[in-house]
């Protein structure tokens, strides 16, 4: 499984960003795609995944509410829509792949490289 993340950037605080996340493997290579992220000196937390079977979702407390995740499953791309972003949401987003239900990221065999999202007026 091959993954592609980019879109980060600097918004202000209240603005929107997607982030998309290309994903290229077999069918059977992976059970869901999830969103983390890590902010300075912290540690990675997941933000949500998102079923390669039928699209169903799950986020984590960090991702309720404000975050949307989706997919365009003809490309094999996962979106990330970030609304109402604030400074704490400011960290390096990483997609990932894992083949079970799950939100551990030892669970997350395969990672794209992070994309730099700054919220900062």
């Known amino acids: 499984v091959q993954l592609q993340a980019c879109g980060g950037g600097l918004v202000q605080p209240g603005g929107s960003l997607r982030l998309s996340c290309a994903a290229s493997?077999?069918?059977?290579?992976?059970?869901?795609i999830g969103w983390f992220r890590q902010a300075p000196g912290k540690e990675r937390e997941g933000v949500g995944h998102?079923?390669?079977?039928?699209?169903?979702?799950y986020y984590a407390p960090s991702g309720k509410g404000r975050f949307t995740i989706s997919r365009d499953s003809a490309s094999g791309t996962v979106y990330l829509q970030m609304n109402s972003l604030k400074p704490e949401d400011t960290a390096l987003y990483y997609c990932?792949?894992?083949?079970?239900?799950?939100?551990?990221?030892?669970?997350?065999?395969?990672w794209g490289q992070g994309t730099l999202v700054t919220v900062s007026s």
């Open positions: 998102i079923r390669r079977s039928d699209g169903a979702t």
């Open positions: 493997a077999s069918p059977l290579d992976y059970y869901a």
């Open positions: 990932a792949a894992t083949n079970m239900a799950t939100m551990a990221k030892n669970d997350y065999h395969y």
